[in-house]
């Protein structure tokens, strides 16, 4: 859950990020990557989302809406 509470992100072993509005349920953004995706914490701000993978780690910045 995202430190504003709008967003969940949950992350899966085919190497998707998924990003959910937490109200809505509806899904808001998806990345593909190669590797097994491990975990996943947000930035104090909400706007970006570090992820583990088998291969390291991942940064993305998150832009609702564009």
Known sequence: ???????LASTGRDGTLLVWNSTSGVPAAMVRTER??????????SR???????GGLYYFRFHPGT
């Open 36 to 45: 097994t995706l491990s975990a996943c914490a947000w930035s104090s701000d």
């Open 48 to 54: 970006s989302i570090a992820v583990a993978s088998e």
């Open 1 to 7: 859950m995202s430190p504003d509470g709008t967003w």
